[in-house]
């Protein structure tokens, strides 16, 4: 039993199941005994691989699509380049040296990174140096500027509430106990106001989740796009609508049971892409945008011929293998989206037309 399993064993013990939102929360930002505030999680070596981390090409095209819309919007400056959750910084050093023949975007930008793990904060500040890097830990501390964003794989890990629908309303999922161990159960029947329209697309029986701190940082973004103007890139696994159950636990590259073991194991949830695009608003979206079609759109092709041919043998090989990982349809291609948000009225983040 880990260290966080007992805590939260004594803590439902005295005052009661908890939300799966306080669960995910505990498990991985406690800041003694969670799973980010305690360890470098990604690479071969850790618990998943990211996209940034198979191939430097990813940051590399974000960076240019990125620039790109800085230019279609008029080349704001300065302006604010953030990323959240930015795990060990590689997708960050790849956008800027990707983006440094780009006229101007190096001399007008802020960098900006939001992250709540010290012990991430200090490889990102190993990747990029801490000379030019302001950390945040919240989005709304991002200056009040205009605003040029990247997201990959951070709404994933903020914490869900889970809802099954009854006959007419529905029950909380909760984390409680059967003896020693944690278990999910229902909690009383409750109407809530932000699912009712959920309830045209559900049956008694169906799950769905919410995500109160994604859509809040989506609000944030989006007010900020719509004042000031600049693009977010928002890339994870999910879909335009929840439903059903997503909550899943990932422990050396392979799915575990999300309650045996807290604080040990990576846990997330798919993305509800269109509570984020809702939340944006005034912010315009893009059409959601499977990232295959979307790497493909932006060049990934021609950059993969290009990177290889410097390369041969195994090298060559894996570089194959990173491009088919990012973009094939049984891998990352289409299980993983693009949703864009942009000021309305300027063009389409490339990549992201329709
Ligand atoms: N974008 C990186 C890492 C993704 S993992 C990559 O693609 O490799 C999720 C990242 O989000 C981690 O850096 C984690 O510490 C951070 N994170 C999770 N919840 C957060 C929160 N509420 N606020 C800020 N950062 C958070």
């Keep these: 039993m880990t260290v966080l399993a007992k805590a939260l064993a004594a803590h439902i013990r005295a005052t009661g199941p908890m939300s799966l939102a306080d669960y995910m929360a505990t498990c991985l930002m406690d800041p003694r005994?969670?799973?980010?505030?305690?360890?470098?999680?990604?690479?071969?070596a850790g618990d998943f691989i990211t996209a940034p981390e198979i191939s430097q090409m990813f940051g590399e095209l974000l960076g240019?699509?990125?620039?790109?819309?800085?230019?279609?919007?008029?080349?704001?400056?300065?302006?604010?380049?953030?990323?959240?959750?930015?795990?060990?910084?590689?997708?960050?050093?790849?956008?800027?040296?990707a983006t440094r023949a780009v006229p101007g975007f190096h001399a007008a930008l802020r960098l900006y990174l939001v992250e709540t793990s010290p012990a991430l904060r200090k490889v990102q500040a190993a990747t990029l140096g801490r000379g030019d890097v302001t950390w945040c830990d919240r989005v709304e501390d991002l200056p009040e500027a205009p605003i040029f964003l990247i997201a990959n794989e951070f709404f994933d890990a903020l914490p869900i509430r889970q809802f099954q629908r009854d006959q007419s309303g529905w029950r909380e999922r909760v984390v409680g106990l059967a003896g020693a161990r944690l278990t999910l159960g229902l909690g009383p029947?409750?109407?809530?106001?932000?699912?009712?329209?959920?309830?045209?697309?559900?049956?008694?029986?169906?799950?769905?989740?919410?995500?109160?701190?994604?859509?809040?940082?989506?609000?944030?973004i989006g007010a900020r796009i719509a004042t000031h103007?600049?693009?977010?890139?928002?890339?994870?696994?999910?879909?335009?609508?929840?439903?059903?159950?997503?909550?899943?636990?990932?422990a050396a590259h392979a799915p575990t049971d999300p309650f045996?073991?807290?604080?040990?194991?990576?846990?997330t949830a798919h993305v509800d892409f269109e509570a984020l695009a809702r939340a944006a608003s005034p912010a315009a979206h893009t059409r959601l945008t499977p990232q295959g079609v979307f790497l493909e759109r932006i060049g990934l092709g021609t950059r993969t011929e290009a990177l290889a041919r410097g390369l041969s043998g195994a090298a060559?090989?894996?570089?194959?293998?990173?491009?088919?990982?990012?973009?094939?349809?049984?891998?990352?291609?289409?299980?993983?989206?693009?949703?864009?948000?942009?000021?309305?009225g300027t063009p389409t983040p490339p990549g992201l037309e329709t």
């Design 33 to 44: 005994h969670g799973y980010y505030a305690t360890r470098d999680p990604f690479g071969a």
């Design 64 to 97: 240019l699509c990125l620039a790109q819309a800085w230019l279609d919007q008029g080349a704001p400056a300065p302006f604010t380049l953030a990323e959240l959750g930015p795990g060990r910084g590689t997708l960050m050093a790849d956008l800027l040296r």
């Design 189 to 220: 029947e409750t109407a809530l106001p932000d699912l009712a329209h959920r309830l045209e697309d559900t049956r008694a029986g169906d799950i769905v989740e919410t995500c109160a701190p994604g859509t809040a940082i989506a609000g944030q």
């Design 229 to 250: 103007g600049g693009t977010a890139l928002i890339i994870d696994y999910g879909d335009w609508r929840s439903l059903g159950d997503t909550f899943q636990a990932v």
């Design 260 to 267: 045996t073991t807290p604080g040990a194991a990576d846990l």
């Design 316 to 344: 060559l090989d894996s570089h194959l293998a990173a491009y088919r990982r990012l973009t094939a349809g049984e891998e990352m291609g289409t299980l993983f989206k693009v949703l864009g948000l942009y000021r309305a």
